[in-house]
């Protein structure tokens, strides 16, 4: 009995207790919207999941109080159920209980006042978000008001694929809707955020069009989404009318993100290239997402969320782990900042964990932290890849200089280059010119010694002409002035003995022989005998003056040629200059006087055949000039006379004379202002060659239209 008592006792204790402990929240204020404390909510997990509230409500017992701030739950097939009472103090005012979780699928409110039945209002995500009630992205259930303080017996079934975390607010609809726009608030400055770091990025991409931008953008822009999905905005803003796709969207976003972040480091950080072996891993990590999301697509979305946190658990480590790595390794500023913004993102994270166990506050910075992890990281990255941008940019300059400087050496190389091909084509310039100066010369020494020849060859077969026609002439023509003398002796003779016989009439002869005497006379006259006589007379003289000047043309003809005379020989050069006259004395003409004033001189020593030559050719040119000259007589002069041990011979005459400029060339060879068929060009140079030969000089001094004299000065003897 006393046992009974006890027992009895012990269990009222616990009823009391448990009484006790189910004291009613109470909603005394309009104002405030607190998070119902722990102590207030009691829970129970269905494990099978197939309990009634009735059936749940009947096992009171069976529900614990919450052990931590907020009820949580992780993912699990169960029923979750929360069991709470509210007490509405305020008359007349309707209460909004929130569940502050966007992503559980399935939230059924079942409340009744005492010894009611219960009243269930369920807001789930099979349907389209616009058939809420209340337009939130949270849970929000009301509870009726009425014109007294009421209370409700609360029981709040949660089930879903994701970890049920269930944080509870209570208040009045006034102060519940300003607490949601709060959050909207929250949010749009989060998205906003992301939505610049996107643009921003985007249009640095389209400027400068590194890889690592595209993924960093499509990076964010799916961690930006990530947050949308898990807080809801985008069941509530984006797709409304699509609730599959709404309980797809974490899986979804999720991988994608994923994805993204492992293309993201693998290029931002140059995995491949620092770590293949931890690239490989990343691969493994991006098959098992993929495979993540088959699951999730086939129906097992419990399964799929599990190994969804797994995976980015160890995609979080691997990354941090690859960028630590890199960083150590190859000390690249970008793994640096990889790290750090890594690690905000993760710290984050951590917050969040550790609000979730109830070992930081539940507060709205930490149910906030992910937002403002991933909006700093998408910040920190968006820096690092500005730094890497001047990173590229110094990497750049760094290669332009060394361009330049390597341009700028390959100039100076060149322009060395060219002042040594200077240098060599100077030399060789100067040893062409050399060699043509060589050429010319030899050319010149040629033309000279062919010039030379071509005279030679003339000069000797003129001479041999010349000679052999003096040679031939002169037997007879001497026959002829050798007999001229007896012959007008024997001519003499015959007309006194013609006068003899006519004496004849003054004696007394027959008349026959007066007869013949008087024919005599007759025929004398008839034949005109005087003028016979006298024209005897005229003949004899004319053909002693012809063989006379035969003879000396002969004679001149010999002395010009003189090819007996081929060896130096000590001559007279008034000789040669008579002789030379001689010979030309048919083109002087009546119109051409030549004055001859040849002094006492003594022979020099010469080749008397070529001094002859030149003789020949300062006349040919002096009558050619006077003869040129019109309006005046013609007047050549020939001097000689002996001066300082040396033979001077002077010829001058009063021609068309010549210009400074043709004297400056009248020695060269072949240099001529005649006609084609009146001079060659060769006189004058063969003059000078032979004057020179001899050891003398020739001069020159002309005035154009006035005349010319020829200076040439030979020395006695050749030693
Ligand atoms: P060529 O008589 O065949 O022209 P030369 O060597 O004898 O060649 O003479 C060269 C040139 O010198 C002549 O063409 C002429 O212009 C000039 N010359 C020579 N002698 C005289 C002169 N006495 N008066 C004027 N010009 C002269
Ligand atoms: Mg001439």
Not at 314 to 319: E, Q, T
Not at 679 to 693: Q, R
């Amino acid at each position: 009995m006393n046992f009974v008592r006890i027992t009895f006792i012990t269990l009222l204790t616990f009823y009391c207790y448990s009484v006790k402990a189910q004291q009613p929240f109470r909603v005394a204020t309009a104002e405030a919207n607190p998070l119902i404390p722990s102590e207030y909510l009691y829970l129970f997990v269905d494990s099978a999941a197939s309990l009634s509230v009735h059936q749940v409500a009947e096992l009171k017992e069976q529900f614990k109080p919450s052990s931590t701030e907020v009820p949580h739950h992780p993912v699990t097939k169960s029923n979750f159920w929360i069991h709470f009472k509210i007490k509405n103090e305020l008359l007349f005012t309707k209460v909004l209980i929130t569940v502050q979780n966007a992503v559980l699928q399935n939230v059924t409110l079942y409340y009744r006042t005492e010894n009611d039945s219960f009243t269930a209002i369920q807001i789930t995500k099979d349907k389209p978000f616009h058939n809420r009630t209340y337009q939130s992205q949270n849970p929000v259930f009301s509870l009726p008001s009425s014109d007294h303080e009421v209370l409700y017996d609360c029981y709040l079934l949660v089930n879903s694929y994701t970890e049920l975390q269930t944080p509870v607010y209570v208040g009045t609809a006034a102060s519940m809707l300003q607490k949601i726009e709060e959050k909207d608030y929250s949010f749009g400055i989060y998205t906003g955020i992301m939505l610049v770091i996107f643009l921003y990025n985007l249009s640095i991409f389209f400027i400068v069009k590194d890889r690592s931008y595209l993924f960093y953008i499509i990076y964010i822009a799916s961690v930006a989404f990530v947050q949308i999905s898990l807080q809801g905005f985008g069941y509530k803003y984006l797709w409304p009318d699509y609730p599959r796709f709404e309980n797809m969207s974490p899986f979804l976003f999720s991988a994608f993100t994923a994805f993204t972040s492992i293309a993201f480091i693998r290029n931002f950080l140059q995995v491949k290239l620092f770590t293949p072996r931890l690239n490989h891993f990343l691969s493994v990590i991006f098959v098992l997402y993929a495979i993540t999301l088959l699951f999730a697509f086939s129906g097992s979305k419990h399964e799929a969320y599990n190994l969804l946190n797994l995976l980015a658990l160890i995609l979080a480590l691997l990354m941090l782990w690859i960028a630590i790595y890199i960083r150590k390794t190859q000390h690249t500023r970008s793994s640096l900042f990889f790290i750090i913004s890594w690690g905000a993102f993760l710290g984050s994270i951590i917050v969040f964990v550790l609000k979730d166990v109830g070992i930081l506050p539940f507060n709205n910075i930490t149910t906030s932290s992910l937002q403002i992890g991933s909006a700093a990281e998408a910040i920190l990255l968006s820096i690092a890849l500005a730094d890497r941008i001047n990173v590229l940019k110094r990497e750049k300059e760094i290669s332009q200089a060394e361009a330049l400087r390597v341009s700028q050496e390959n100039e100076r190389i060149i322009r060395e280059q060219n002042i040594v091909l200077e240098q060599k084509v100077a030399e060789r310039t100067y040893e062409l010119q050399e060699a043509n100066t060589d050429l010319n010369t030899a050319m010149t020494k040629l033309k000279d010694a062919q010039t030379q020849l071509v005279d030679a060859e003339k000069m000797a077969s003129l001479g041999q002409l010349t000679a052999g026609v003096a040679h031939e002439i002169n037997n007879p023509i001497n026959f002829v002035s050798s007999n001229i003398k007896p012959l007008k002796r024997d001519v003499d003779d015959i007309i006194e003995l013609l006068a003899k016989y006519e004496h004849l009439g003054s004696y007394n002869l027959p008349d026959d022989a007066k007869q013949y005497l008087t024919e005599i006379e007759t025929f004398k006259t008839e034949i005109d005998y005087t003028y016979i006589r006298e024209e005897i007379d005229i003949l004899l003289r004319g053909m002693y003056e012809g063989a006379t000047r035969t003879v000396e043309i002969v004679k001149s003809l010999k002395n010009f040629s003189r090819l007996d005379e081929a060896d130096l020989k000590y001559v007279n050069v008034n000789e040669g200059i008579n002789s030379t006259l001689i010979l030309l004395n048919n083109q002087l003409g009546d119109r051409v006087k030549v004055n001859k004033d040849l002094g006492s001189i003594p022979d020099v020593e010469c080749f008397p055949g070529k001094l002859n030559q030149v003789f020949m050719n300062i006349f040919n040119n002096a009558i050619y000039a006077v003869r040129k000259r019109e309006g005046a007589a013609g007047l050549i002069t020939a001097k000689t006379y002996f001066e300082n041990e040396q033979v001077v011979i002077k010829i001058s005459d009063n021609g068309i004379g010549m210009t400074p400029e043709v004297k400056a060339r009248i020695f060269d060879p072949f240099f001529t202002t005649k006609d084609v068929g009146e001079g060659t060009g060769l006189g004058l140079s063969i003059v000078y060659k032979i004057i020179e030969s001899h050891k003398g000089t020739i001069e020159v001094e002309s005035e154009p239209g006035a005349g010319t004299e020829f200076t040439i000065k030979l020395p006695k003897s050749q030693n």
